[in-house]
């Protein structure tokens, strides 16, 4: 029997409008579309949302649960029962599925299960919009330019590593700001560059902010989804 192969794929940032098209051929071939939930209880997910609307009927959608705790036991056990899904499914010839928000290379839950299989299976990885892009077009907001690097960070990292990048970088991206957002929001005051950086919550999603003006900005008022960028050479 011929194997199959096994696709991660990217559906951008929230619309189903900004899925690729290579993303969405690849989703109408699919036997088996595995999608990640947050919760036991939850049968789908963002990234799930999105493409509904672009999948086969024949397509069988199994919706795998991962603990939201990244160091834990339970949360490996998790990955390796599903790699071993993935498996088996494609061994048996079938064209299975990972969905993903953004991109899949960039902070992706389908890394985990990458490393798991990339030796064993045929795996074919789809690339999607990742927030920072879409915020940064969709807002006329330049990254970078010239010689300078683009500096993409999580915001969940060491504050004083944190501080010592926007200090020192004049382009950076910050993502996963949600957790330490009023922190966030003071080191980019003090080093005062606020008319320097945007704030958006929800990009291409629904309930979509854009804050031009984060100065007096909290956690509160944006959601998880929350990204930052930065660059100290286009003042807003």
């Known amino acids: 029997m011929e194997?199959?192969?096994?696709?991660?794929?990217?559906?951008?940032?929230?619309s189903m409008d900004a899925v690729?098209?290579?993303?969405a051929d690849i989703l109408n071939i699919l036997d088996v579309l595995y999608v990640p939930a947050a919760k036991k209880d939850e049968s789908a997910s963002i990234a799930h949302e999105i493409i509904k609307g672009l999948i086969n009927s024949g397509t069988v959608v199994k919706s795998r649960h991962f603990p939201m705790n990244y160091n834990s036991e339970n949360l490996q056990k998790s990955w390796q029962t599903t790699a071993d899904e993935i498996e088996q499914d494609v061994i048996e010839g079938k064209n299975v599925g990972f969905v993903t928000i953004g991109d899949p290379m960039v902070y992706s839950t389908y890394i985990y299960l990458l490393r798991i299989l990339k030796q064993k299976i045929n795996i074919t990885t789809i690339p999607?919009?990742?927030?920072?892009?879409?915020i940064a077009s969709k807002n006329n907001f330049p990254l970078v330019e010239?010689?300078?690097?683009?500096?993409?960070?999580?915001?969940?990292?060491?504050?004083?590593?944190?501080?010592?990048?926007?200090?020192?970088?004049?382009?950076?991206?910050?993502m996963?700001?949600?957790?330490?957002?009023?922190?966030?929001?003071?080191?980019?005051?003090?080093?005062?560059?606020?008319?320097?950086?945007?704030?958006?919550?929800?990009?291409?999603?629904?309930?979509?902010r854009v804050y031009k003006s984060i100065?007096?900005?909290?956690?509160?008022?944006?959601?998880?989804?929350?990204?930052?960028?930065?660059?100290?050479?286009?003042?807003i």
Do not use: Q
């Open 176 to 208: 996963k700001v949600y957790r330490n957002f009023d922190a966030v929001i003071d080191l980019i005051l003090n080093e005062k560059l606020e008319h320097c950086s945007l704030a958006v919550s929800n990009s291409s999603k629904e309930g979509e």
């Open 128 to 134: 999607g919009i990742t927030s920072f892009l879409d």
């Open 3 to 14: 194997k199959g192969m096994f696709y991660g794929i990217g559906v951008g940032v929230g």
């Open 215 to 235: 100065k007096d900005l909290k956690k509160e008022d944006v959601s998880y989804f929350t990204t930052i960028l930065i660059n100290k050479k286009w003042e």
């Open 146 to 174: 010239g010689d300078d690097p683009l500096i993409v960070l999580p915001a969940t990292m060491d504050t004083e590593k944190l501080k010592c990048y926007i200090k020192n970088e004049s382009s950076i991206v910050l």
């Open 20 to 23: 690729t098209k290579k993303a």
